[in-house]
Nanobody
Framework: EVQLVESGGGLVQAGGSLRLSCASSGFSFDDYAIGWFRHAPGKEREGVSCISVRDGTTYYADSVKGRFTISSDNAKNTVYLQMSSLKSADTAVYYC???????????????????????WGQGTQVTVSS
């Protein structure tokens, strides 16, 4: 059973930084892509960043490019999202999800809303005060 647990959310001032963690278990980590998604009140869920664990290819939404960095620690089955230069627009509940990897698939596809996800975490709140 795919299990994902997010941590690291909190309250931060605009311009500050946070690092989110997504600890994974119950599946073959290398055979998946892990993505970070966020959902703010009144907005659609957005695929923020995704990483194909085996080959390290990544995708970032335009809204976070240059400010967020996704990485994986395969020894710990954990994916991180380092968020810097945070803005009030980044305020949302952040979720991580696991998507089965298909060879040759661009990381952007894993972040799409229609691509299959085998599991979701419970979410962690990120609040950026201006």
């Amino acid at each position: 059973e795919v299990q994902l647990v997010e941590s690291g959310g909190g309250l931060v001032q605009a311009g500050g930084s946070l690092r989110l963690s997504c600890a994974s278990s119950g599946f073959s980590f290398d055979d998946y892509a892990i993505g970070w998604f966020r959902h703010a009140p009144g907005k659609e869920r957005e695929g923020v960043s995704c990483i194909s664990v085996r080959d390290g290819t990544t995708y970032y939404a335009d809204s976070v490019k240059g400010r967020f960095t996704i990485s994986s620690d395969n020894a710990k089955n954990t994916v991180y999202l380092q968020m810097s230069s945070l803005k009030s627009a980044d305020t949302a509940v952040y979720y991580c999800a696991a998507a089965p990897r298909i060879i040759g698939t661009p990381a952007q596809i894993y972040c799409s809303g229609v691509y299959r996800k085998d599991g979701w975490g419970q979410g962690t709140q990120v609040t950026v005060s201006s």
